[in-house]
């Protein structure tokens, strides 16, 4: 997996390509941990994102959480597969997807 | 059927995931039931590498079958570690707000949701999780 951070002012985007599970997740925890200071609107586009385990899922709901006390998250670019495993555990009500 | 033993740490996913993705090749394998077993695989081992022998480390083996009419795949995990039933666990509450919503609890529920069948038994010292996918 690779994360691509752009920062716009207080708008962060990052672009994950590959696979979020148990061996990157812990990956992504730490880049978001370092850049959330001051952060309003933290964008992340899945384009080139594969599929994501409950790992990456854990990862997502933290980020959330800490953008709902600060400003808002966005998801977009989710495929199909992304997209069925949002609506199975109920993220899709949770997160804003674009 | 196939079959591998392995290190259950979690840097040999990639190498379960790797082993079990050979032994369906050749079925030609839909992209989502595949992707749905890869992230099966990150869910079951991950777990086995995280709690099965902690803090000592052990093996799991991972055993491939595949039925031809109509396509299944049966893929069974096993490691003599601590007794763990994760089947016993109670469904995640998915209408939950983020900020209700507990951490844990998902990677089985996903496992459920995505193959057709799930079956976990303790036998002989071994916990042993097959699961069944059909790859039509």
Known sequence: MTIEKTLNGSELNIAIVGRLDTTTAPQLEATLKESFDGITKLTLDFAALEYLSSAGLRVLLAAQKTMNKQGEMIIKNVNETINEIFEVTGFIDILTIE | ?136
Not at chain 2, 36 to 60: L, R
Request: hydrophobic residues 40%; aromatic residues 8%; glycine residues 6%.
């Open chain 2, 1 to 136: 059927m196939k079959e591998l033993t392995i290190a259950a740490v979690i840097e040999n996913i990639d190498a379960v995931t790797d082993f079990v993705n050979e032994q369906l090749e050749s079925y030609d394998c839909p992209m989502k039931a595949q992707m749905q077993i890869d992230i099966v695989i990150d869910e079951i081992f991950g777990n086995i590498s995280h709690y099965a022998y902690t803090p000592a480390v052990g093996d799991a083996t991972i055993r491939v079958e595949v039925a031809e009419d109509p396509l299944c795949a049966t893929i069974t995990f096993i490691d003599s570690g601590v007794p763990y039933d994760p089947l016993a666990k109670a469904d995640p509450d998915t209408t939950l707000s983020a900020d209700e919503r507990e951490i844990g609890g998902l990677g089985i529920f996903m496992v459920k949701k995505s193959m057709d069948e799930v079956t976990y038994e303790y036998k002989d010292g071994q916990n042993i999780l097959t699961i069944k996918k059909s790859l039509k």
